[in-house]
Structure formats: structure tokens, C-alpha cells
């Protein structure tokens, strides 16, 4: 065995060798497609024939030891200095011998392998002639033989020529992808190593074309940037641009799979990468939780163990002997009695505590003026008028500007000594010893943080801002109006015992029904249908036919009401008979337009209809326990709801959407449920008198009016008390209404001040209703210290009507 010493490019090419021997042996079992023919062994093959094809292949693709030579050469060419040339030419020498060592040992392998593959080329000649059985034996015989040579001859394809393969690799810098690409069936999952710049951050190499060195210092070009436009293109054409990622360490561009994808989508939204990692599995309690005694030896203990120790007595009677002299007590007994404990603790303690550290230092005296100069200037010092004014505050000292007579001296030391320096001294001490000192905090609040942030009127509109129209024609107070459903026309009730209907466009009086009495309440009927106005005169209520309007509804309705029903077994109770009565209608009564009359026992103050116009109720202040009735027009029947007194009943309304009642009372708001007959809700106004009521639309929401000055708002949602409290008017709330279609209600007043206000209700039932004041309109005239009596809103249009004391109506727009 002839030893050699090599040099480290050799010994890191042999290592370089072995390790891609490991390699190749591993590529050789994997599922490749094209490393299949060039990993077959001889032996495997079916005849002959195939055996030389694949030998001779195997050689053909083999690299030849010229390239080895020319390599070597390469590396002697290189310039070096005198003293590196010496040892070099004696390990140029000691090398040819190692290359002759060599190369005869590689000729003896290649003969070897040539008389191989002629023993084999003869074996398969003969064994053509043979049958299928003898084929199947021979071949298996010179399979093992094969196997046997390869085994002893190390297979000279891997060992001799890899070396030389190997070293063409390590020199080229850039491996051709077409031409040989050892990547292309590689299946190992380790790292990809085509940068073999080594483990440096790359941003060293921002500034220079190249990107690190390889094993021979050599540079690694930076690979060719693509121009924008192109890549672009190539992004529109590709369609797996958008799953494509560039590798920093290798410049290449990454198509990244289904399984990367799902791997980075579970790592952004916060979940564990593994998809199959089962994050809540059920807890195993591999070890028990139960405390054994066990002991650490199983011999029994001696019986030394159970006699007492001399060390041990020595203490004990120490310890005796303590206790009789009274040098050692015992340990008090707890005491069973319960422990009690000051909540708020005396001010001894803390004031004392407090002083230690959380000390507050004393108030310095304040810095002295001019006036206290020695020679002060001319307009500090008193004349004749200021001096006397000092004087003359001698009973009341506190009131002087100064406590001391400004002087003039000529020098420092002619200033005598101060006469009240013993007591200004005297109560500083005081002030330090007596007067407490304590930390207050100082909030600083602005004006304008106290004031709500609401947004601005005009963000607001629309809303009625001028006074469009007069209507005129009442001689006295006009108490009520009421507008038709179809926005068309409007009446108005008037203490001189007449309604007028009026028509909005024009202003024209279009017709006048006198009563002879005070008209206290006018509402339209809300069913379109229907051509109805309920008319409150003294005790009675009057259905009239007001005659505007669509004929065929007119007609509709006179026929509709001049039937008369068949009240059938039906009998009204003696109380309810009390109280009210249907009275049948003469011609007289019906050529004034009068269709149905209801007498009551008291006078009615006002009357309302259903969403629905069939049932309207009517309200009795007087009344007690019958002050409130609610009828049924189709069946001209009546019923009294209230069996008790709730005290004097201001207003009633119905609720637009749900079968409830609202009952104002001089207090407060009742809420009844009529299905189930029951009050469900009582609404704490915290008023002295509730003037009127109103509801929004969507029936969550009611406003009230009273009569010292408030309006308030309910959310019925909320609370049973008031949402907010609204005070903008000077003197009693006649009259509250909402707008049936824009986020506005109004507010009347006998300070003859309209007030219009912005109230939006959200759907979402976590957001409070928004209300801001937008517009104050003043037109009405005091009459008797009473102003505005009734407001309404146009059903359509953001217009508002008032009625006032001053025999007028007027309409907003």
C-alpha cells in the first residue's frame, strides 16, 4: 500500500467525492425516469446484448483523465513566489509519483473491466442457443458474478472518474441548466445550495455587480436584473405570478405550491402551520397524582434506631431546665374570639403618615415690590389726597393698598429698622403652625368643553325658517287644527263656534260649519277613504261630512254613514249608558253637513282617531272614572276602558303601529296594552301639569308638553324617565307635534315662540336619539297672556301650521 500525502485541493475534492457517491447511490433508488438506465447493473439486464449496450454506455459517459491532467496543469501554471515555487516543485514531484501510483492502478481496473465485458460478450453468445430455463439460470449466475467484480473493483465509473467529474463541477461557476443539470432529479430536501456565497448577509454586495465568491475566490455575478416592462409582460402571461416568490439567497424565482399556500395563509391569520396539529386534544394524565410513602431501603430498621441519642438528652434537659427557670414560655393559644376592625380608620394615623411622605412645603412669602424699595421711584410715594385715604382706614387696615408708608432714603444705611417686622414675623410662624395644607387638584375646564358638540343647523335642513301664509277669518281664538290625509286641505276650530276647512294652496276659506258653541278639539279622520271630521263642541262629538275633496269619497261616505245598523241582543251597560249615547241624525242636522252625534255627559276636550280610522277615543276631564271613552264607527258602539279614577286626564293617544294606549294624566303617562288589558308602562315626567303629548312615527319615542315651561322626550326603550328635558320656552307648552316623514318636531308656547327641532331615531337601538334646536319662528300675538294654542305638520312636506290667540293661523315653510 503506497501512502501519499495530498494536498488540500485533493483532500477536498476526495471529500467532495464521497459525499457525491453517497449521493449518487442515493439518486440511484429514487423515482427518476432518466438516472433508470445508468443505474442498472449488468446483471440485471435480460440477454447479453443489453449488457454491452449498457457497459458501453456507461464508459461513453465517463470523463476522461486528460481533463484531470489539464486541470492540474492549471492550478502549476498560476504565479507564485520564489519560496512557494520551491516547496511546490517538492510537491510537484512527490505528486507525479502519487499520479503514476495512480494511473497504473486505474489501468489495472480498466483491464479488469475489459476482460469482464469480453468473458460476458462470449458468456451471452453461448447462452443464445440455449432454452428459457437454462437463459433464466445463466443469467442469474452472471448477475452474482457481476455484482462480485463490481464489489472488488469499487466501480471505476464512481471512484476514478467521479474524482475528475467532480472537480469540473467545483471550477465551473455557472452549471449549464440545459446541457447537465444536477438539480433537475434531485429528490433530497435539503437546503438549496447554488449560492455558495455562504451564510453572509447579501445586502454587503447592494453596490457591486457581483454577490460573494466560490470556493476558488472567484466572483458570482449578480444574475441579469429583468427590465420592468418585460417582467411585466411575463407576469401578464404567466398565471401563477401571483403565487411566485424571488429567493434572496439565490436570486431565483420560487413558484410556491398548494401546501406553501395554505402554510403562510394559516401562519398570517394567527393559526398553528400544521393543519393536521390538533390544538385542543383531550388531556392524558400519564402520571397519577397520588403521594406514595415509599421508603428508600426495604430492610427493617435496626433496633439502635429506637434508643434515644445522648446528644438529643443533653438538649432536652437544657430545654427542661429553661422552662423551670422561666427563661422558655410556651406559645400563647390563639384566641377564638372574633376579630373586629375599624372600616374608616382615624385621621391620627394618616395626618401622621402623611406629614413623613407625602410632605407639602410652606407657601413662600411673596417677592417685594417698588414700593418697598429704599428709594422708590416718585409715583409710588403718597401725596397729600393718598396719604389721607391711608389714614383714614385705620378701623379697617385690610382695605389700604399698602400696610406700610411708602420712603425715600438717600442711602441703604440711613433705612431704620422696621417697626412691624417682630409681628409680620410673628404671624408667619402662625400661618406655618395653624394653618393646614392640603393638595387640591386644579380642573382645568374650558368653556367650550361644556358645551355639547352638535353639528351645525344648516347640515340639518330641511325645516320650516319663514312664515309663508296668514289665514284669517276667526273672530276669536283659534283652539284646534287638523290637516287632511291627503295634504290638501286643513280645518281649524274656533271659540266663535265655527270650523272653517281651508285649502293650502290657494289660502281659500273653501267651507264654514257653525256650531253655536266652543269648539274645543277638530281632528280629520286618517283613513283616505273616508271623507270624516270629528268635531268636539261642548259635550258633544260630531262626525261632519266637510264636503272637499274627491266626490266620489263624498258620496262614498254619506252613504256609508246614512245606513243604520241592527244593534242585534246587544244592550250597553247602565254605566256606559250614563256616559254616552249614539243619537240618530235629523235632516236638519244632516243638511249642515252633521252625519253622527255622540253626547257625552261632560264636556269633551279632545278627541283622537286610530292609525286605522274605524276607533277614536274622547276625553273627558271631568269625567273621573268615565273619562275616557274609545267608539267604533263601524258598529256605533262605545266602551268605557277605565274602571278607576287615574286622576284628571289631560290627553290620550293610540300607538300608530301596536294595540296601545297612551293616557296623560296631570303627572304622568300611562301605557296600556288593549290585547291583554293592562298597564305595561308608567312614564315619570316629573312635571307640575302635562299640557299635550305627541309620538313619533316609529312608536318608540314620545315628546310631552307641559305647562311650567318643559318639554320632555321618552324613549321608551330606555327608561321610564325622561330622555332629555328640553327648556327653551318662557312660559307654558301649549302644543308638541311630530313630522310624520322628516326627523322634526315642534314645540308651542303662550311666549308666542314656535320652536323647531331636529330629532333623529337610529335604527340601532345602541345609539341615542340626536336632538337639536334649529329654528325659533315668532309671528303670533299675545291675547289675553295666551300665544300659540295648536301646531301640526304637513303630512308631506316639511311645512309646520300654528293656531294662536291672535284669531290667526299661520303656515311655516
Avoid at 375599624?342 to 411622605?357: A, G, I, N, P, Y
Avoid at 249615547?581 to 249642515?592: G, Y
Wanted: aromatic content about 8%; hydrophobic content about 30%.
Amino acid at each position: 500500500m503506497v501512502k501519499r500525502k495530498l494536498n488540500p485541493v485533493q483532500v477536498s475534492l476526495d471529500e467532495v467525492a464521497s459525499t457525491s457517491l453517497k449521493a449518487h447511490t442515493t439518486k440511484a433508488s429514487s423515482k427518476s425516469e432518466k438516472l433508470k438506465p445508468k443505474a442498472v447493473i449488468p446483471s440485471q439486464a435480460k440477454n447479453g446484448k443489453e449488457q454491452k449496450e449498457i457497459l458501453k454506455e456507461v464508459k461513453s459517459s465517463a470523463p476522461r483523465r486528460s481533463t484531470r491532467k489539464a486541470n492540474m496543469k492549471k492550478v502549476d501554471e498560476e504565479p507564485m513566489d520564489e519560496h512557494s515555487k520551491d516547496e511546490k516543485s517538492d510537491e510537484q514531484s512527490e505528486d507525479d509519483s502519487v499520479l503514476g501510483t495512480e494511473e497504473d492502478e486505474d489501468a489495472e481496473v480498466d483491464g479488469d473491466s475489459d476482460e469482464t465485458s469480453e468473458d460476458e460478450e462470449e458468456a451471452s453468445d453461448e447462452e443464445d442457443d440455449d432454452d428459457s430455463k437454462s437463459d433464466s439460470d445463466s443469467d442469474a449466475e452472471k448477475s452474482s458474478e457481476v455484482d462480485d467484480e463490481g464489489i472488488e473493483n469499487d466501480n471505476p465509473f464512481e471512484f476514478s472518474d467521479m474524482n475528475e467529474a467532480i472537480s469540473q463541477k467545483v471550477e465551473a461557476p455557472h452549471p449549464n441548466p440545459v446541457n447537465g443539470n444536477e438539480y433537475e432529479e434531485d429528490s433530497s430536501d435539503e437546503e438549496d445550495i447554488r449560492n455558495t456565497v455562504g451564510n453572509v448577509p447579501l445586502n454587503w454586495y447592494d453596490e457591486y455587480p457581483h454577490i460573494g465568491y466560490d470556493l476558488d475566490g472567484r466572483k458570482l455575478i449578480r444574475p441579469k436584473q429583468e427590465d420592468k416592462l418585460d417582467e411585466f409582460l411575463r407576469r401578464m402571461e404567466d398565471p401563477n405570478f401571483w403565487r411566485t416568490v424571488k429567493d434572496l439567497q439565490t436570486g431565483q424565482n420560487v413558484v410556491l405550491s398548494d401546501k406553501d399556500l395554505e402554510f403562510v395563509k394559516r401562519i398570517q391569520s394567527g393559526k398553528i402551520p400544521d393543519a393536521n396539529f390538533e390544538n385542543f386534544a383531550p388531556w392524558i394524565d400519564w402520571f397519577s397524582s397520588d403521594v406514595l410513602d415509599t421508603p428508600l431501603r426495604s430492610m427493617p430498621p435496626s433496633k439502635t434506631s429506637f434508643l434515644p441519642s445522648k446528644i438529643d438528652k443533653m438538649k432536652i434537659s437544657k430545654m427542661v431546665h429553661a422552662i423551670k427557670m422561666g427563661w422558655m414560655k410556651p406559645k400563647p393559644k390563639p384566641s377564638t374570639e372574633p376579630n373586629f376592625y375599624m372600616l374608616w380608620d382615624s385621621d391620627d394615623k394618616s395626618d401622621e403618615m402623611r406629614r413623613v411622605h407625602d410632605h407639602i412645603p410652606a407657601p413662600k412669602v411673596r417677592l417685594p415690590n417698588n414700593a418697598e424699595s429704599y428709594n422708590p421711584p416718585a409715583e409710588y410715594l403718597f401725596d397729600e389726597k393718598e396719604m389721607k385715604d391711608w389714614e383714614s382706614k385705620d378701623d379697617e387696615p385690610w382695605k389700604r393698598r399698602y400696610n406700610f408708608i411708602p420712603q425715600k432714603y438717600k442711602s441703604l444705611r440711613e433705612v431704620p429698622a422696621y417697626d412691624n417686622y417682630t409681628k409680620e414675623r410673628f404671624q408667619r410662624c402662625l400661618d406655618l403652625y395653624i394653618c393646614p395644607r392640603a393638595k387640591k387638584m386644579r380642573l382645568t375646564i374650558k368653556a367650550e368643553d361644556l358645551v355639547p358638540q352638535l353639528p351645525n343647523p344648516k347640515d340639518l335642513q330641511p325645516f320650516p325658517t319663514i312664515c309663508s301664509m296668514i289665514f284669517k277669518g276667526h273672530s276669536q281664538m283659534v283652539r284646534s287644527i287638523t290637516l287632511e290625509p291627503h295634504g290638501q286641505f286643513f280645518a281649524s276650530g274656533s271659540e266663535d263656534g265655527t270650523v272653517k276647512v281651508w285649502e293650502i294652496a290657494t289660502g281659500r276659506c273653501m267651507k264654514t260649519f257653525e256650531f253655536g258653541c266652543v269648539i274645543r278639539w277638530v281632528e280629520w279622520c286618517p283613513n283616505k277613504s273616508l271623507s270624516l271630521l270629528a268635531v268636539a263642541a261642548d259635550s258633544d262629538v260630531m262626525l261632519i261630512n266637510p264636503g272637499v275633496g274627491d266626490k266620489l269619497i263624498i258620496e262614498k261616505t254619506d252613504l256609508l254613514l246614512s245606513e243604520t245598523l241592527d244593534q242585534g241582543d246587544y244592550h250597553p251597560s247602565e254605566r256606559l249608558k250614563g256616559a254616552v249615547q249614539w243619537e240618530p241624525v235629523d235632516e236638519e242636522k244632516w243638511a249642515k253637513g252633521i252625519r253622527i252625534l255622540i253626547r257625552h255627559f261632560k264636556n269633551v276636550n279632545q278627541v283622537t282617531w286610530h292609525a286605522k280610522g274605524d276607533y277614536f277615543a274622547s276625553v273627558m276631564t271631568d269625567g273621573q272614572n268615565r273619562s275616557v271613552l274609545i267608539h267604533q264607527l263601524s258598529s256605533r258602539r262605545s266602551q268605557l276602558p277605565l274602571n278607576k279614577s287615574k286622576g284628571l286626564i289631560q290627553c290620550v293617544l293610540f300607538h300608530p303601529i301596536r294595540p296601545i294606549f297612551f293616557i296623560a294624566t296631570q303627572r304622568h303617562v300611562r301605557v296600556y296594552d288593549l290585547l291583554k288589558q293592562e298597564m305595561i308602562k308608567k312614564l315619570i315626567s316629573g312635571a307640575k301639569w302635562i299640557s299635550s303629548m305627541s309620538i313619533h312615527p316609529g312608536g318608540d319615542n314620545v315628546i310631552v308638553g307641559t305647562y311650567d315651561k318643559k318639554v320632555m322626550w321618552f324613549d321608551l326603550d330606555l327608561s321610564t324617565k325622561p330622555y332629555q328635558t328640553l327648556r327653551f320656552h318662557g312660559n307654558a307648552v301649549r302644543s308638541v307635534a311630530f313630522h310624520k316623514r322628516y326627523p322634526l318636531f315642534a314645540s308651542g308656547s303662550d311666549d308666542c315662540n314656535l320652536i323647531i327641532s331636529h330629532g333623529m331615531v337610529y335604527n340601532d337601538l345602541l345609539q341615542n336619539p340626536l336632538i337639536v334646536p334649529v329654528k325659533k319662528l315668532r309671528g303670533h300675538d299675545k291675547f289675553s297672556d295666551f300665544g300659540i294654542l295648536s301646531i301640526m305638520f304637513h303630512n308631506m312636506q316639511p311645512w309646520v301650521f300654528s293656531s294662536g290667540a291672535d284669531k290667526t293661523i299661520r303656515l311655516y315653510t
